[in-house]
């Protein structure tokens, strides 16, 4: 049996070809959004701000058909609605592409990109594909300036300089 985990964790951001690589981020009232077409269905990414005193920091949510991002699901949708047109993995990129524009775009402090779902187990779900693929992807991500903070079952992005090896802020 193979586990998407496991798969994952075999993936870079250059192995699967995203939706798309280019993203137009719109100002909404709790932060920025923006969206992709993904074989005909529009997937929406969301950056809610958090303001603390090292800086404007964000939480990271994906929203798909009949998915409720603005409830704080990071992936959610209606079977229904997209069963068999979409290619998770290939989300799952453009996911990765859009944190990485979103960086490149408005230089946040840190993103929090933890897993989060009011159904039992799926948060922890989440949060270990999301892991599994932030660190396949560790140098893409210090390219840009970042490196992955992973700690107390928290996932974050943080911009280097902020934070030393231990997460204790250095500023």
């Not at 779900?125 to 700690?151: C, M, P, V």
Request: glycine share 10%.
């Amino acid at each position: 049996m193979i586990h998407l985990r496991d798969l994952l964790a075999e993936i870079t951001l250059g192995s699967t070809t995203p939706y798309a690589t280019q993203f137009t981020w719109s100002r909404k009232s709790t932060g920025y959004e923006t969206s992709a077409m993904c074989d005909g269905v529009e997937v929406q990414f969301e950056m809610d701000s958090n303001w603390s005193s090292d800086g404007e920091e964000y939480s990271f949510a994906i929203a798909m058909p009949g998915g409720r991002a603005r409830s704080g699901y990071t992936v959610t949708h209606s079977k229904s609605e997209v069963a068999g047109q979409l290619s998770y993995l290939r989300v799952l990129q453009t996911a990765g592409e859009a944190l990485l524009d979103f960086c490149a775009q408005h230089a946040p402090s840190a993103i929090d990109v933890t897993g989060f779902d009011t159904e039992s187990g799926k948060d922890l779900q989440k949060t270990r594909i999301y892991r599994g693929l932030l660190h396949a992807n560790a140098a893409k991500i210090a390219t840009a300036g970042y490196r992955i903070l992973d700690r107390n079952g928290k996932l974050y992005i943080v911009a280097q300089g902020h934070y030393d090896a231990t997460g204790i802020d250095n500023d």
